[in-house]
């Protein structure tokens, strides 16, 4: 009996290790390593044609922002069109589509969507045949891009092998409560660090969806958005490496994004990011583990670690389960000081290297004050491994049913916000030395 | 872009203070051990526990050996009136857990988190027919014990996590022993609280404090210090803003 509890506790032990081990050589990486960012200085080019996709429902707080952002920006406007995607909107976002239709007739096109299946990825997938232009980026309708954003997205296409494109995105609504200070800091952790490094190391940096764009030559060759998943970026992602294209990382295009101002939608939002990612992990494990000549062994490590990034917290629960059976069993005195170094490693420092990589990410960044905060990352740690846990366990138990709807967060912003000054000024320097003006 | 740039010097101070500071730890054991002593002895008899103190040797590879206190006490086991209580206190907890604002919700989230564990040593003391499988002064020992593991990872966990930072010798020298030094002070504390608590809450308190009073606590500890560490100027941006002035006599002649 002992055995059989003892060995899966050892078998969690030892993938939080690995998971400690590889934050904290990004972390490494990132602190000393050399950085590749070999695109982000092109300003003059031939710029291809541009596609700027934003899926739009229900947006009448944001949308008007997000446009105007667009046509602030340095992109050749002959180059450019942008097509919002109003999926069954309810609210004005219409009526605001329509308005800059109609003053900017040339440029934004909007293209409505009344029936088939919702969602972001569906909207997407039935946007594309909508505009033939050669790069295609994705912006969600609450994110503020600074005016030289889309040439630094765009600039990496011009390496043929490159599919995907990812910029950074830095929380604007920072200062509201404990939530988006945390959420700042993840975020800090996730794009300054993790991003980053395996941008360095030739691994796969994820296209997050948003602040970012495709090829669509790559898109068409693997298929188009697939609208049966929750995490149509990760999804992609995933299609685009194992079909042999590239996906890159831009540390400096920066973009402006509302964090969560709730715990309910913080909650809301992170479930759909674990159903989604939960798919992927799901569709492409065994895929990425036959590993396509064209693949490296380090790429399909690094893949399959992050397809289980968020089968970690369940995996962390049962650890904990299986922690307390065995306290109540009288493991704890005879397995002596072993048992306190493991359940000491497991319990605190399998976390500690997400608190260094996201110290090291603010330091980074050049705002250190906000590192104060790191013991108050445990309060967002045990709601997201709750909130994961319970998104996958349910996942499980109706796998069979599909979710045909929008999965949105909630928007925060009023018309009294006030906007920060990275909308249509620059690059968008959310940090006090943007993150990487050296 | 940003990065941080590495030099022979903070190799070797990185050397000297995990090093030197985990084999200052190891020579310091005994005289810790002995405040620890000291620190029961007087939290025995602020708090009126009429028990004995003594000492349980602990040994370290390497054949280190020192002595921890021990106050041998009887393990006081709950009744069916203690569990009665905790269960309907538990059930309560639980229902305002539900009732707490939306802004509370990783207290929710912690208050439901402790009545499971809770609920699990009710359910233990209810129904299982084996003897609950620790004495007191058996946790208390281990408490004590997990802290000096804690203590002992201190000086490494710094040397991989903080001393690559370009932050001065003098500062990161005083983290390390401030870190220890509060961490020397709070063991025993919290060890005599959890003493204390079991004495008059039963064992049945026990698992809960063992597993979100101990260990996890000595590590937000950790993390405190150092997050309050890596806030501080470092020796660049120092160096970036001082006026000319103060930067000697070759940098001015650069």
């Known amino acids: 009996m002992r055995f059989a509890l003892l060995i899966p506790l050892y078998i969690i032990v030892a993938v939080m290790v690995v998971y400690t081990i590889r934050h904290y050589l990004f972390t490494l990486n990132r602190l000393f390593g050399r950085h590749r960012q070999p695109y982000v200085d092109i300003g003059t080019a031939a710029w291809p044609r541009v596609a700027v996709f934003v899926p739009c429902h229900n947006e009448e707080k944001v949308v008007s922002h997000m446009l105007d952002a667009l046509l602030a920006g340095d992109y050749p406007p002959d180059r450019l069109i942008i097509v919002p995607i109003n999926d069954r909107s309810s609210d004005g976002t219409q009526d605001i589509l329509d308005d800059y239709a109609g003053r900017f007739p040339l440029q934004v096109r909007p293209f409505r969507r009344d029936d088939g299946r919702p969602g972001k990825a569906a909207a997407l997938r039935a946007a594309t045949a909508a505009a033939d232009a050669d790069i295609h980026l994705v912006f969600d309708a609450d994110y503020l891009p600074g005016r030289g954003l889309m040439k630094q997205l765009v600039a990496p296409f011009f390496d043929p092998e490159v599919g995907a494109v990812m910029g950074r995105v830095v929380p604007m609504n920072v200062s509201k409560s404990l939530l988006t200070r945390l959420l700042d800091l993840e975020r800090t952790g996730g794009y300054q660090v993790d991003q980053q490094a395996r941008m360095n190391l030739g691994l796969i940096p994820q296209y997050g969806g948003t602040v970012g764009g495709v090829r669509r030559a790559a898109l068409l060759d693997v298929g188009g958005w697939r609208d049966d998943t929750l995490a149509e970026d990760t999804d992609i992602t995933f299609q685009l490496v194992l079909a042999g294209w590239e996906v890159v990382y831009q540390n400096r295009s920066e973009c402006y994004e509302e964090v969560p101002e709730n715990w309910s939608s913080r909650i809301r939002q992170i479930k759909r990011w674990a159903r989604g990612h939960n798919q992927a992990m799901l569709r492409y494990w065994w895929p990425l583990l036959k590993r396509p000549a064209h693949v490296r062994r380090r790429t399909v490590v690094d893949g399959l670690l992050l397809l289980g990034v968020f089968a970690v917290g369940p995996l962390l629960l049962l650890g904990w389960m299986l922690a307390i059976t065995l306290y109540y069993l009288g493991i704890q005195i005879s397995a002596g000081l072993l048992a306190i170094l493991i359940v000491a490693m497991y319990s605190t420092l399998g976390n500690f290297a997400a608190f260094f990589e996201v110290a090291a990410g603010a330091r980074l960044d050049g705002s250190r004050r906000r590192i104060r905060l790191l013991p108050f990352l445990i309060v967002g740690f045990l709601v997201s491994l709750v909130s994961v846990s319970w998104a996958t366990v349910a996942q499980m138990a109706t796998f069979w049913r599909r979710h045909d709807q929008w999965e949105k967060t909630e928007r925060h912003r009023t018309a009294s916000t006030e906007l920060p000054n990275g909308n249509g000024n620059g690059n968008g320097n959310g940090h006090k030395n943007g993150n990487g003006g050296a | ?254």
């Open chain 2, 1 to 254: 872009m940003v990065g941080l740039p590495w030099t022979i010097w903070r190799l070797v101070t990185t050397l000297i203070l995990s090093l030197g500071g985990l084999a200052a730890l190891l020579a310091a054991l005994p005289y810790v051990g002995r405040f620890w002593g000291a620190v029961f002895e007087r939290a025995r008899d602020f708090l009126g526990i009429h028990a004995p103190l003594g000492d349980q040797l602990f040994s370290l590879p390497g054949g280190i050996t020192f002595a921890l206190p021990v106050l041998a006490v009887p393990t006081p086991l709950p009744d069916s009136l203690v569990l009665s209580i905790a269960g309907i206190v538990c059930a309560v907890v639980l229902v305002g857990s539900f009732a707490l604002p939306e802004r509370f919700t990783p207290l929710r989230y912690l208050l439901r988190f402790l009545v499971v564990l809770q609920g699990s040593a009710i359910l233990f003391f209810a129904v299982s027919r084996d003897p609950f499988p620790y004495r007191l002064q058996d946790h208390v020992f281990i408490l004590l014990t997990a802290g000096l593991v804690v203590m002992g990872l201190v000086p490494l966990v710094l040397g991989f996590t903080l001393h690559l930072f370009d932050l001065a010798f003098w500062k990161k020298l005083l983290l390390t022993l401030a870190i220890l030094i509060h961490l020397a002070v709070w063991i025993p504390l919290q060890a005599v609280a959890h003493l204390w608590l079991i004495l008059h809450g039963t064992a049945l308190l026990m698992p809960v404090l063992f597993l979100t009073g101990g260990l996890l606590l000595d590590v937000l500890v950790f993390v405190a210090f150092y997050g309050w560490a890596l806030s501080w100027r470092g020796e660049q941006e120092r160096r970036e803003t001082l006026p000319p002035v103060h930067l000697g006599r070759k940098a001015r002649r650069r």
